[in-house]
């Protein structure tokens, strides 16, 4: 190839390369501008393919996608990617988890179903999940990941690597106090900022999410239940693309602040803490659990693929 050909794809392919630097998006600090700008500039394009999780094995179990990772990896995973989406203008990466309950419920509701689909990864938050993986599955889970305990693996990580967090939901009471515990345990975490789950309207669901996208935590937790998490995620995730991940929670504020307290090591070891919490709930629990937990296992045993 002559000379002069050679100059000129080197000086194109360096002009290409300048080109989509410039191009790269950072967040604007002021939320009023990212309203501000058309609807098409503000979509974000091809995020899920490069994000971390979707690189993690997974199994069918039950119905639902369940990514192989132990709590250890899955607290440095989700440290790493919020870490790396700090200061970028993206739509947070989205962390979900199942158990017999949302097994049950994704089976029967196709609506459900499709929310949990549109999670980036999906743990097994029940032992019946990774009871099934070890005799149904080629890699099996290597444990149970409860989001009750991930979320100490995921502090003592932040603490590590300076990654902020908020906590939004639960009630007013039980918020609180976990936040405070929780800054009692950890005072070298980031904790930037709390509030309760419950909203009077749309719009302050809308200010809840302008003062978080304000703040710019590297994690976010929700704490509401299904499908209540869920369904917030689905409404406001573009409403939060200063923050690095989401996860749902259920109920780890309740457990966080004493309010609930946690069934013995034995009884979460065998799979049966669904049991503990019937016993402390049994007018809300106890139908529920009835109903959900033998089709829950039918699918487990069923719908679990290699």
């Not at 990212?34 to 995020?47: A, H, K, N, T, W």
Request: hydrophobic residues 40%.
């Amino acid at each position: 190839m002559p000379y002069v050909q050679i100059v000129q794809r080197s000086l194109t392919q360096a002009a290409g390369a300048e080109r989509r630097l410039l191009d790269r998006r950072v967040a604007p600090f002021s939320i009023a501008a990212i309203d501000s700008l058309p609807f098409g500039e503000r979509r974000v394009s091809g995020e899920r393919r490069r994000t971390r999780f979707l690189h993690w094995k997974r199994n069918v179990i039950g119905g639902l996608p369940i990514v192989v990772a132990d709590r250890t990896e899955t607290a440095r995973g989700m440290v790493d990617e919020a870490l790396k989406r700090r200061g970028l203008w993206r739509y947070p990466a989205y962390m979900t988890s199942t158990n017999g309950e949302v097994t049950y419920r994704c089976a029967v509701d196709p609506a459900e179903h499709a929310m949990f689909l549109q999670a980036d990864a999906i743990h097994a938050d029940g032992m019946p999940h990774v009871f099934v993986s070890r005799y149904k599955c080629d890699v099996p889970l290597p444990e149970r990941v409860a989001t009750t305990d991930l979320f100490h693996d995921v502090a003592r990580e932040a603490i590590a690597r300076g990654a902020s967090m908020f906590m939004l939901g639960a009630s007013e009471d039980s918020n609180r106090l976990a936040a405070e515990l929780v800054a009692k345990r950890y005072p070298d975490l980031k904790l930037i900022g709390r509030r309760n789950g419950f909203f009077a309207d749309q719009d302050e669901e809308i200010t809840a999410c302008r003062q978080i996208a304000e703040l710019a935590p590297d994690i976010l937790w929700v704490s509401m239940g299904v499908p209540r998490e869920q369904l917030f995620i689905g409404r406001n995730r573009h409403r939060l693309t200063t923050v690095g991940v989401i996860k749902t929670s259920g109920g780890l504020f309740d457990f966080l602040s004493g309010s609930k307290p946690r069934a013995p090591q034995w009884m979460q070891q065998l799979g049966l803490e669904w049991a503990w919490r019937m016993a402390l709930e049994p007018r809300r629990l106890g139908m529920r659990y009835l109903k959900t937990n033998p089709y829950a296992m039918y699918l487990l045993l069923t719908q679990t693929t290699r």
